[in-house]
């Protein structure tokens, strides 16, 4: 379903970074970064430096869980009646930080519809039983449209793609149930199905310039002070946005979405062994009764992953603060360059 931002162990962030391409190694003459260097040491300032990756792991989650058998058919799932919304986790200009949220019902109702009931008759004692794969109708899902020329593959499905406003987004509650299978046993059912759970994101310039480094060819005396205070991080604003009226920083905007997409993958991951406890805590009468539970986990992924993302201004204050130190140093190089003038080796 749609959702546009979990947190990773430190081990797997680790892994991720290390994974990652080394980037470029940063002008001496950046007054910040050297005094970085000087206080924390090159391995401090390399870990600044490089952005979190999403993480190189299956975007699919197996499922296998016991149900016991039961004359009582299962509780029907909370329907909610709200309408799925187009929510996601972003980093957006001020004005636009209003963000929606999905009704786990609504999720629950779609997958239930998306797929024919199992026959109530394929329910001999050992026999497995194959059911139909469960998806997010497609117009539950915001459109990717007008790709970018970079893609980040994420076991194939998570990837940079898809149109958003400025300055970036990232959609993580599509989940999918696909090649589930039931075999009813003497007083149990066993279920295994694959719950995937792709993951997009994408930043948006809105007509700012990106400035790559104090050393931008973009950069001039006089504008390099708007700059500066463009790229410089607003404690006082969810944590540390910047406000960028004129200027961006592209790649501190992916490194925002990139932190958001990690977190959801981490909630997804902690909400699926939730549900799956929940699921063998269940019973059913039928394999029609087992597909009904099948299709309430997304919905419950979906509930544990917003519970633990917090509100809209607690989440994206751990975004913006993680890039906040980068923003600044970034911003203060700006100026400390501009500070020598035209003719000191500053701006022309």
Not at 108 to 137: F, H, N, W
Not at 179 to 208: C, D, K, M, Q, W
Not at 319 to 339: E, F, H, Q, S, V
């Amino acid at each position: 379903m749609p959702q546009t931002h979990v947190e990773q162990p430190d081990a797997a962030l680790d892994a991720a970074r290390q994974r990652a391409p080394e980037p470029p190694a940063p002008d001496p003459r950046s007054a910040h970064v050297l005094a970085l260097q000087r206080g924390a040491g090159n391995a401090a300032v390399a870990r600044l430096l490089v952005p979190p990756a999403p993480v190189a792991d299956d975007h699919r989650i197996a499922f296998t869980a016991v149900i016991r058998r039961s004359d009582a058919p299962p509780a029907p799932a909370a329907t909610g009646g709200g309408a799925l919304a187009a929510a996601s986790d972003h980093d957006a200009a001020p004005g636009n930080e209003a963000e929606g949220t999905i009704d786990p019902g609504a999720v629950t109702a779609a997958l239930q519809s998306s797929a024919p009931p199992a026959e109530a008759s394929s329910s001999a004692e050992g026999e497995r039983v194959a059911l139909p794969d469960m998806r997010v109708p497609p117009e539950l899902v915001p459109p990717d449209t007008d790709p970018v020329n970079s893609t980040i593959t994420y076991s194939g499905s998570v990837a940079q793609s898809g149109t958003v406003s400025p300055f970036g987004a990232t959609s993580w509650a599509t989940f999918n149930v696909t090649g589930a299978t039931v075999t009813p046993n003497s007083g149990t059912f066993v279920a295994t199905f694959t719950l995937e759970n792709p993951i997009t994101y994408n930043v948006a310039a809105g007509g700012r310039t990106h400035i790559t480094s104090e050393n931008d060819a973009a950069l001039t005396n006089a504008n390099y002070a708007t700059a500066a205070s463009d790229l410089t991080p607003n404690m006082s604003d969810l944590g540390g946005r910047p406000p960028r009226t004129s200027f961006w920083a592209q790649d501190l905007t992916l490194r925002h979405e990139g932190f958001h997409a990690n977190e959801r993958r981490g909630f997804a991951s902690a909400g699926a062994s939730q549900a799956q406890t929940w699921l063998n805590t269940q019973t059913a009468s039928s394999v029609g009764d087992v597909q009904t539970l099948i299709a309430q986990v997304p919905g419950r992924v979906i509930t544990a992953s917003q519970a633990s993302a917090g509100t809209v201004a607690v989440k994206e204050a751990r975004a913006y603060g993680d890039g906040a130190p980068l923003y600044k140093a970034r911003a203060d190089a700006i100026t400390a360059k501009g500070a020598l003038g035209p003719s000191g080796g500053g701006y022309p």
